[in-house]
């Protein structure tokens, strides 16, 4: 539900004229993150708002939908975001606006910006122009310079898949994790991964939990198969090494915590 209270005060905000020029959507629920900023930048560009609500079917609720709209520009990398993408949008900001009142600029998995894009996209930040927004949607906001996240407002979330349950702690521990910072996770292998007797039992745990999760998600269609799938298939893969190599466990298990 917290996605829902997140819309509402952002839609508050946007009615009243209060939007911050900027804002990070951090946590787990990356698809919710750019629904969230797909909606609010179909809001703030609406022909036809009904209720505090983007109509969907104007010609800018489309464009935005389809990701075709002039004045709203989305950056979709997942390996490595280059300073030339940040170029091309302080340009677009820095243009007027074609049809309507807002530029807006989506950035996904906004961690993958490298060290010279998040330095311009700071200049960015500190010359904010009227009627410009910018949503940084990332898993890992502590990838991203302290300068970027305070001159942004940053709103956190986190979801828990319903099939994550059991009694198990390591079960728990992967529940938990999903939803922690990296550092979190780091410590956690640390500790919970001294041996490579621990780190199997671990990983043999979290690959049944993650197939069950798997299944569930296959069975809702939902988007984050892909993703569900690439953590299994690390723990798989760390599992093999961890049996035939003398990788050092705590490594082993690290590599799957970045991928939750
Ligand atoms: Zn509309």
Not at 66 to 94: K, Q
Not at 212 to 236: A, F, P, W, Y
Request: hydrophobic share 40%; proline share 3%; glycine share 4%.
């Amino acid at each position: 539900m917290r996605y829902e209270t997140h819309w509402e005060f952002l839609k508050n905000s946007a009615l009243l004229g209060k939007l911050s020029h900027a804002y990070v959507f951090s946590g787990n629920d990356e698809t919710g993150q750019l629904r969230l900023a797909l909606k609010l930048s179909q809001l703030l560009n609406c022909e036809s708002r009904k209720g505090g609500e983007p109509c969907q079917v104007c010609a800018s609720c489309r464009g935005i939908t389809e990701r075709t709209h002039p004045d709203a520009v989305w950056i979709a990398e997942t390996r490595e975001i280059p300073i030339g993408a940040i170029r091309e949008l302080r340009h677009h900001f820095s243009l007027s606006s074609w049809q309507s009142s807002f530029k807006i600029a989506v950035i996904e998995k906004a961690h993958v910006m490298n060290i010279e894009a998040q330095s311009a996209l700071l200049k960015l930040l500190e010359e904010p122009r009227q009627n410009a927004i910018l949503f940084l949607c990332t898993k890992h906001p502590d990838l991203l310079l302290d300068t970027i996240r305070s001159r942004a407002q940053e709103i956190r979330w986190y979801v828990f898949p319903a099939v994550l349950k059991g009694n198990s702690k390591n079960v728990e521990d992967l529940k938990r994790l999903k939803g922690s910072l990296l550092q979190e996770r780091f410590d956690y292998a640390k500790k919970a991964a001294e041996t490579p007797e621990d780190a199997v039992r671990i990983l043999e745990e979290w690959m049944r939990t993650q197939r069950s999760i798997l299944l569930k998600t296959v069975s809702d269609s939902s988007e984050n198969i892909m993703q569900e799938e690439r953590v299994l298939k690390t723990m798989q893969e760390m599992l093999q090494v961890i049996q035939t190599t003398n990788v050092t466990p705590r490594l082993a298990i690290e590599q799957v915590l970045v991928e939750l």
